[in-house]
């Protein structure tokens, strides 16, 4: 009976323990896991213009390094929206947006532009990808031509207009983008730019001035790290170039202050509890032995060895522990599962309080350990017991 | 001889001061003695020496002799070897105490096979020995009990079976039947002797009750006991005028 009572009060020490750690591992998981599923955690975009502007030979230097997910330059800002006619004859404006293949924003919504076709006819529609809210501004659907109006100003000052139409390869679902946008290639985009600047592309029939030749610089780019914490390298990275960008950097910080400062309290929460069962098992196993002491006495008289007697506190300090982390193990569970229900429709899936296997190992080594600590001192007063001095009146 | 003691000493400081001094004991092989005295002369201290779980102040000879091989228990005490005089105790001695000494949470099967289950032997021989130790002292129809369930009687007569299922060389026992009413009291006395007999197992009994040991044939060896001019209690054994002459060697 009062061994089932230690393990009980052993069990209640620690279940609200393992029900905390769970709750760290959950929200810090699921914070991460959230995270790590947004692209958008992952972009890293320059601050303000280019400057000088950004060359090829960056991107692709860019390209090879294994923190590098994904990165297309972005065309200037004369590139940056084009109107398109709507079903009912009017005119949408869209923001262009370069991509290209493997961007992340679009794979991740399983809505990737299919690869350009080189030897397309000039006037052939370009696939792009549209957001939500772009296609529904132009009731458009996947599969439709949409027929855009490209304007520029001659340097005579004459406004012409050329004609660009798309074909609508993907729709992107509200949460991938709130803007109206519409994804196309870049070298779409960098003809739309040259159009704009009155340089000829011939490819499109398009007349302008001849191409300088000149590299072209890039004022922006768009750029998708590996994971989490190529965030933070990449953003020191690109800061040694001198370029200073804009990261999600902060939210990650964030959630590691959040995942350290929940563990620092652990810890402290833990030694607490650590601390209270030493005493209790120091106290209880005490008493055990002075409780038991004539019939320990007797055990010796019988010839049993101190090793045999040394075993018999730290035997029971064990196994009671060991009960009592399992029982706390089982309740915490229980409680995991309530608390999980209760904001499951916040979660979305997610957990917020997560206890596995390893971590009820982890508090039962971390038991055994110190019960087997706890009771060495009561083992030895077992050990030690004098038959003489108790048996007279078992 | 078993036992042979030559000036071995206890003292003790508590109230006016006590002392025993077994001067010379030798006890043979299969004798059956009862260690008398009044009340306070330390039948018990001189009880728990033979036992080896008394320190003795001042051992001038202490032999143990189970078997071929004597045992030099001065010479452990010197070493502190507790663990080897629990280990002689286990292979050769069974203890009897006045009240029980069982433990609660085992049966009185489990009481009786204690011993031999330490010893790790032999189980059937062992559960053998205990069922038929039982038989002889009548508790056979108890062995599934727990000893709360059992009455005082009982629990003695389960006493002394542990002390003699393991077959010891010596049992020794501490007033085994002072609890008990006087009639059954002299019933057990008998069977327990004669049990001891059978097993041809030495006897150290201490008991306070001289026709109850004389009854059943016990040698008795006298504690004798001085004051002195303190008011210190000088308590002594001196064996020596004994010359033992039924000796049961095999």
Redesign the interface.
């Known amino acids: 009976m009062l061994s089932l009572c230690a393990v009980l009060a052993l069990a209640s020490m620690l279940t609200p323990l393992l029900v905390l750690y769970g709750v760290r591992v959950g929200l810090v998981e699921t914070l991460r896991a959230t995270l790590l599923h947004d692209p958008a955690a992952l972009i890293i975009i320059p601050a303000g213009s280019g400057g000088s502007g950004f060359t090829n030979e960056l991107f692709e230097k860019l390209r090879r390094r294994p923190d590098v997910r994904f990165v297309t330059a972005r065309t200037r800002d004369v590139a940056a929206e084009m109107q398109f006619a709507a079903k009912d004859g009017s005119y949408v404006p869209l923001t262009l947006e370069p991509t290209g293949p493997g961007d992340p924003l679009l794979e991740r919504f399983g809505q990737p532009l299919p690869p350009v076709a080189p030897e397309a006819a000039a006037d052939a529609p370009e696939d792009a990808v549209l957001s939500s809210s772009a296609a529904r501004k132009l009731s458009a659907a996947r599969g439709d031509i949409l027929r855009g109006r490209l304007g520029r100003r001659r340097p005579d000052g004459a406004l012409e207009t050329a004609v660009f139409t798309i074909r609508v390869a993907g729709v992107l679902p509200p949460e991938a983008i709130p803007s109206d946008t519409a994804f196309l290639p870049l070298p779409v985009l960098e003809n739309i730019q040259d159009y704009r600047d009155y340089i000829a592309v011939p490819r499109r029939s398009w007349d302008g001035d001849p191409a300088t030749g000149i590299k072209r610089h890039y004022e922006s780019f768009r750029l998708y790290a590996r994971d989490l914490d190529s965030v933070e390298t990449l953003d020191d990275h690109l800061r040694g170039l001198r370029i200073s960008v804009i990261t999600k950097a902060k939210n990650i910080a964030d959630i590691r202050m959040i995942d350290s400062s929940l563990t620092r309290l652990l810890m402290i929460i833990a030694l607490a509890v650590g601390a209270g069962f030493v005493a209790f098992t120091l106290s209880s196993s005490l008493a055990a032995v002075r409780r038991k002491d004539k019939m320990l006495g007797m055990l010796r008289l019988l010839g049993f060895s101190r090793p045999a007697l040394l075993c018999y506190p730290l035997c029971q300090a064990l196994l009671t522990c060991a009960g009592g982390t399992f029982a706390a193990w089982l309740l915490a569970c229980g409680v995991a599962v309530s608390i999980d229900s209760l904001f499951a429709a916040q979660l979305a899936g997610g957990a917020i309080c997560v206890i596995r296997p390893e971590h009820f190992l982890a508090a039962l080594a971390a038991g055994l350990a110190l019960s087997l600590g706890a009771t060495l001192y009561p083992a030895v007063r077992a050990a030690g017991i004098e038959p003489a001095l108790v048996i007279r009146d078992v | 001889m078993i036992f042979s003691l030559a000036n071995v000493s206890k003292y003790r400081a508590q109230g006016t001061g006590y002392s025993l001094a077994i001067r010379r004991l030798r006890i043979a092989r299969g004798e059956q003695i009862a260690l008398t005295g009044v009340s306070g002369s330390g039948k ?1 201290t001189a009880l ?1 020496i033979l ?1 080896m ?2 320190m003795p102040d001042e051992a001038r000879g202490f032999l143990f002799a189970p078997g071929e091989k004597a045992f030099d228990i001065a010479a452990f005490w010197r070493k502190k070897s ?2 080897a005089m ?6 050769h ?1 069974g ?1 009897v ?5 069982l ?2 949470y085992l049966t009185v099967a489990e009481n009786l096979g ?2 031999a289950r ?1 010893r790790g032997g032999d189980k059937n021989s062992a559960a053998a020995s205990a069922a038929s130790v039982a038989e002889s002292l009548g508790i056979a129809r108890l062995l599934n009990s727990y000893p709360s369930t059992l009455s005082v009687g009982e629990r003695q007569r389960v006493a002394i079976g542990r002390a003699l299922a393991p077959q010891p060389d010596v049992v020794l026992a501490d007033e085994p039947t002072a609890a008990l009413d006087p009639i059954h009291a002299e019933n057990v006395m008998s069977l327990f002797a004669a049990l001891v007999k059978e097993m041809r197992a030495t006897l150290i009994m201490v008991s306070h009750d001289l026709s109850l040991v004389r009854e059943a044939g016990l040698r008795i060896v006298e504690i004798s006991v001085t004051s002195a001019e303190d008011g210190a209690v000088l308590a002594t054994i001196d064996d020596s005028g004994h010359a033992p002459c039924a000796t049961l060697q095999s």
């Open positions: 018990s728990d036992g779980v008394l507790l663990d629990a280990g002689i105790r286990l292979r001695i203890y105490l006045q009240t029980g000494g433990l609660p204690l011993t330490m």
